[in-house]
């Protein structure tokens, strides 16, 4: 068992930067590769990046890529979603998600998740 447990959300200005942090606990966090996916009102949840064991793979939605970045710090067990340039359409709950097996986007391959962190973002 993977405990997942994401910090960091909030209500910030469009424009504006926010760092979701999301930290494990249970079994060894290096052998899993790291998700996150947000899930909007009335939408379904959708992959926003993923990350691999070591960290050397990244995988970015469109909708992100350029603006968002992802990384692990294995020593400390925890996950960031580094957030920049932030827009009304990022509004979202952010759930961080860990598999054991190689990097995708789909999220019904991940097999724990944290409860998710709320971020707003205003116009």
């Known amino acids: 068992q993977v405990q997942l447990v994401e910090s960091g959300g909030g209500l910030v200005q469009a424009g504006g930067s926010l760092r979701l942090s999301c930290a494990a606990s249970g079994r060894t966090f290096r052998r899993y590769v790291m998700g996150w996916f947000r899930q909007a009102p009335g939408k379904e949840r959708e992959f926003v990046a993923t990350i691999s064991w070591g960290g050397g793979s990244r995988d970015y939605a469109d909708s992100v890529k350029g603006r968002f970045a992802i990384s692990r710090d294995n020593a400390k067990d925890t996950v960031y979603l580094q957030m920049n340039r932030l827009k009304p359409e990022d509004t979202a709950a952010y759930f961080c998600?860990?598999?054991?097996?190689?990097?995708?986007?789909?999220?019904?391959?991940?097999?724990?998740w944290g409860q998710g962190t709320q971020v707003t973002v205003s116009s």
């Open positions: 998600a860990a598999r054991a097996l190689s990097s995708t986007r789909d999220k019904y391959e991940y097999d724990y």
